[in-house]
């Protein structure tokens, strides 16, 4: 089984999380530690361009940080998600609570 890499790194008043791997219920906590370590603290954003696999576990993950940001008055975003990672988004039919964007260069300021 292949696992899952996330990277933390500073864009600005942000900071981003690049997912490499499947983000499903062997992987998600990692996904769910990462996030809940800087959701609140600081603005956020999450690359899914490297998402090989979503489940309902990893959408449940990002869900809580979107409410957690929110909550906290933190902006959220979802970056460049891959087309399994988008189709997962979009099944939940709640895709308007994920605001993506398609690169961190379109992070605002």
């Known amino acids: 089984m292949t696992g899952i890499s996330i990277e933390a790194s500073e864009r ?9 791997g499947p983000i499903n219920s062997y992987t ?3 996904l769910q530690e990462k996030t809940m ?6 603005d956020l954003a999450i690359d899914l361009s490297g998402v090989t ?3 309902s576990a990893g959408i449940g993950v990002i869900l809580a940080a979107i409410e957690d940001a929110e909550a ?3 902006r959220i975003f979802m970056i460049g998600p891959s087309e399994v990672a ?8 709640f ?3 994920f605001p993506t964007l398609a690169s961190v260069k379109d992070l605002p300021v």
Do not use: C, D, P
Request: glycine share 12%.
């Open 12 to 20: 600005g008043k942000f900071t981003v999380l690049s997912v490499n």
């Open 28 to 30: 998600f906590t990692e």
């Open 37 to 42: 370590k800087h959701v609140g603290k600081s």
């Open 53 to 55: 696999s979503m489940t």
């Open 72 to 74: 906290a008055g933190k």
């Open 86 to 93: 988008r189709l997962a988004i979009e099944s939940t039919g």
């Open 95 to 97: 895709s308007e609570r």
